[in-house]
């Protein structure tokens, strides 16, 4: 069975924890738990008749106050950039964070979950926010921690990415 660590990157309360929640064991609460520096979780992962076990490494949220330590990332096979679709700032932490992971891990597959798909008529997010991203090479994906959607179609794509190469 293939094994792959993925990270979990972004802004503080963006629902890093959530998304992982919501994949792992289809769960939501709407209670706010901050990660306090990494939370392991594991999945086994269907992919064209193979199983890839996916260890998820939940990281601490990124703030004024606190930096993702680089020794987290190493041994990654891939990594999601959470951003919150009801927070424009979150989009230039993510940014920040792609920038810093690129230098650890070089080629590795990374996605953006622009989350908070539930509330999409409270975005804040710009047009020149998803472009940002778009510019930086990376993929967006709708998600919602909350409904699930486009959770499960996120980890199977980056697993995707991950398998092919």
């Not at 990281?59 to 951003?83: K, N, P």
């Not at 510019?135 to 994906?141: D, K, R």
């Amino acid at each position: 069975m293939l094994q792959k660590k993925v990270c979990m990157l972004g802004a503080y309360a963006v629902g890093k924890t959530s998304l992982v929640s919501r994949f792992v064991k289809s769960l939501f609460s709407d209670k706010y738990h901050t990660t306090v520096g990494v939370r392991i979780d594991k999945k086994p992962v269907e992919l064209d008749g193979e199983t890839v076990n996916i260890i998820l490494w939940d990281l601490h949220g990124e703030d004024e106050f606190q930096r993702v330590h680089a020794s987290y990332l190493r041994g990654t096979a891939g990594y999601m950039l959470v951003v919150d679709g009801t927070r424009p700032d979150t989009v230039q932490t993510a940014l920040n964070l792609h920038a810093r992971a690129r230098t650890v891990l070089t080629d590795v597959p990374a996605l953006v979950l622009l989350n908070k798909r539930d509330l999409v008529d409270a975005w804040t997010v710009s047009d020149s926010d998803f472009e940002a991203l778009r510019s930086a090479g990376l993929e967006l994906v709708e998600t919602s921690a909350k409904t699930g959607a486009g959770v499960e179609a996120a980890f199977q794509r980056l697993t995707k990415r991950m398998i092919d190469g």
